[in-house]
């Protein structure tokens, strides 16, 4: 799971935990802008890395209107698309962590 620590982190973690207290949380600060973030997940799909399977309107809308000129007052904050920018980042751009078997001792 990626959360977006900046607007209420806290309580997103705290939240996740109550279901479930091992599920693996990576705790991410926006330092920069949305546009800025999304330029490199915009070129894994030029290159053909990233697919959608299924259908996802709303997702789809906000990214056919994401530009750098997106007005939040009247087009509303791009959360989908951030939101995929987030996950996307950390499967795609980051090595992921090795997991860890546990094992319990009897």
Same mark, same amino acid.
């Given at each position: 799971?990626?959360?977006?620590?900046?607007?209420?982190?806290?309580?997103? !973690?705290?939240?996740?935990? =109550?279901? #479930?207290? %091992?599920?693996?949380?990576?705790?991410?600060?926006?330092?920069?802008?949305?546009? @800025?973030?999304?330029?490199?997940?915009?070129?894994?799909?030029?290159?053909?890395?990233?697919?959608?399977?299924?259908?996802?309107?709303?997702?789809?809308? !906000?990214?056919?209107?994401? =530009?750098? #000129?997106? %007005?939040?007052?009247?087009?509303?904050?791009?959360?989908?698309?951030?939101?995929? @920018?987030?996950?996307?980042?950390?499967?795609?751009?980051?090595?992921?962590?090795?997991?860890?078997?546990?094992?319990?001792?009897?």
């Amino acid at each position: 799971m990626v959360a977006e620590a900046n607007n209420g982190g806290d309580i997103v !973690q705290a939240l996740l935990r =109550t279901i #479930d207290r %091992d599920v693996p949380i990576r705790m991410v600060h926006a330092c920069r802008g949305k546009f @800025v973030r999304a330029e490199p997940i915009s070129s894994l799909y030029e290159q053909g890395r990233v697919h959608h399977v299924g259908s996802f309107p709303a997702l789809e809308d !906000q990214m056919a209107s994401f =530009t750098p #000129d997106l %007005d939040r007052a009247t087009q509303g904050s791009p959360d989908r698309v951030d939101a995929l @920018v987030w996950g996307l980042t950390e499967v795609m751009l980051k090595q992921a962590p090795q997991r860890v078997a546990r094992s319990t001792q009897i």
